[in-house]
């Protein structure tokens, strides 16, 4: 018998938006210092909230987590925002970076992922892998188009307001070709 339990959807959404809510707040009341101190607290509590109730941990939160603490901490300590500005442009390079490399060696990295909740034919993974690469270097020149030349405020409230209405909408023009490419499992009655 498992120790895992299936997370509710709505909980799943506030331990991934909560952090970045509470950062713009923090921001927005007190400073993008504040802000960082607080968004680094925050997000390491959703992650144990989600390992306690899921009894795992998922690649990209673990991967957001060290980043954030990374480039928070350097924010911190010397006293400049840009490290934080800088966290998201790496991230979405990283994972851009990741998933063609894994087509690159063959490895799909997506339907490892997702698998559990899709099944597609392998070329349909490498096309929807491309699509998502390709999104997350798009958001990463975009995250250095607006914290170069938007004000701090500015930049994180499209961190907050603009990244995840994107990243909803992409997933939601990609629905289609996911439907498209669809494998229906067979069902097979046991018989006795």
Known sequence: MSDKRPMNPFLRLALDLGPLIIFFIANTKFDIFTATATFMVVITLAIIVGFAIERKFSPMPLVTLALVLVFGGLTLWLENEIFIKLKPTILYLMFAGVLWGGLFFGRIFLKYLLAQNVKMPDVAWRILTRRWALFFL???????????????????????????????????????????????????????
């Open 138 to 192: 798009a958001l990463a020149v975009v995250n250095e188009i607006v914290w170069r030349n938007f004000s701090t405020d500015t930049w994180v409230a499209f961190k907050v307001w603009g990244v995840f209405p994107l990243t909803l909408l992409f997933v939601l023009t990609q629905t289609p070709f996911i439907a498209r490419n669809q494998i229906e499992e067979e069902t097979t009655a046991a018989v006795e």
